[in-house]
């Protein structure tokens, strides 16, 4: 399957197994089926009540399936592109995220908020990566596959998690990632990174799209002589930090590389309590690699924006040198 058909495919089973799921989003019923045909066929097998189509309005998206959460159902709101989750961020981060500690746990929101980082050849306006903003707020899970097996089997996770989830999808993936998807029901728990490619000099902490560009790095990287071990953290919260610590306790240098913004990026935090946690053990500093700090620049100017592979080898030999 195509990570998109994988994602169709989590949604028509988890419909499939209960009624309470329902999805509500720009442009999700047939016959458009998502700006990505992700939710194609499901309104024709489900019906136009348990698949909704809404005006653009993401603030109202994601507003009415936090109280549809509430109400008893499983909601799972679409919204196009990642940027435009600033639009609804009262709801996300004030509401679902708070309403279960608020309410003395009496109140579970088990929403998910599928979403997705764009391609710069749309603009500025569509090509963020703002994992970073929801990492920050407690209460809200944040999930970013880079295969179309994980995209799945952690959607369908996301589904059954009686916590809010923000799944982030990357839409240069949903077509170029292409894999053997199971076809019934399949779950990968949240909270487990795993080890995408082992190795013993460097410890490359990833995750999403960057996590393929690791895996390229990490082939030159052999041909250069030095061994890198890929972890795709696949859930950034909760993060599972027992893998990246156990991962870079062996190797003793890490790099984290991420799409997002570097300054103030997931990779400062988790630089941070490595440092914290194995700095008597370290042979070197850990090396951050995260966009530049500017708006994406239109992909047509060929300005440099996201780390590249390139930039990964020469951080592994600046760190083994």
């Not at 499939?16 to 700006?35: F, H, M, R």
């Not at 728990?189 to 460097?202: H, I, M, T």
């Not at 393929?212 to 071990?229: D, K, M, W, Y």
């Amino acid at each position: 399957m195509t990570m998109a058909a994988a994602l169709n495919s989590a949604l028509d089973h988890a419909m499939e197994l209960d009624d309470k799921v329902i999805i509500i989003g720009e442009d999700v019923a047939d016959p458009a089926g998502g700006v990505l045909k992700v939710t194609k066929g499901l309104s024709t097998k489900y019906g136009t009540g348990r698949v909704r189509a809404t005006p653009i309005a993401e603030q109202a998206i994601v507003g009415a399936a936090i109280g549809a959460a509430l109400g008893g159902y499983r909601p799972v709101a679409e919204v196009m592109y990642m940027d435009f989750t600033a639009v609804a961020l009262d709801q996300i981060v004030n509401h679902a995220a708070k309403l279960r500690y608020m309410s003395g746990g009496a109140s579970p929101v088990p929403l998910t908020i599928r979403t997705c980082i764009g391609m710069q050849r749309f603009g500025a306006q569509h090509a963020q990566s703002l994992e970073a903003w929801f990492m920050h707020t407690p209460g809200i899970k944040v999930v970013m596959p880079s295969t179309a097996t994980e995209a799945k089997g952690l959607l369908a996770s996301c589904i059954a998690d009686d916590d809010p989830c923000l799944f982030v999808e990357n839409f240069a993936m949903v077509f170029s990632q292409k894999g053997d998807v199971p076809v019934g029901e399949f779950r990968i728990p949240l909270g487990e990174a795993a080890v995408k490619r082992a190795g013993s000099d460097v410890s490359v902490i990833t995750y999403g799209a960057a996590v393929h560009t690791a895996l390229e790095a990490a082939e030159q990287a052999a041909a250069a002589g030095i061994s890198l071990e890929v972890i795709d953290l696949r859930t950034l919260m909760p993060l599972d930090w027992d893998t990246v610590l156990q991962s870079v306790s062996l190797t003793r240098r890490a790099i984290v590389l991420h799409d997002a913004t570097m300054f103030c990026g997931p990779g400062a935090e988790i630089a941070a309590r490595i440092h914290e946690e194995l700095f008597e053990e370290l042979l070197a500093p850990v090396k951050r690699l995260g966009a530049a700090y500017t708006p994406a620049p239109y992909a047509p100017s060929g300005l440099p924006f996201l780390p590249t592979a390139a930039d990964v080898l020469a951080g592994a030999k600046q760190l083994t040198g």
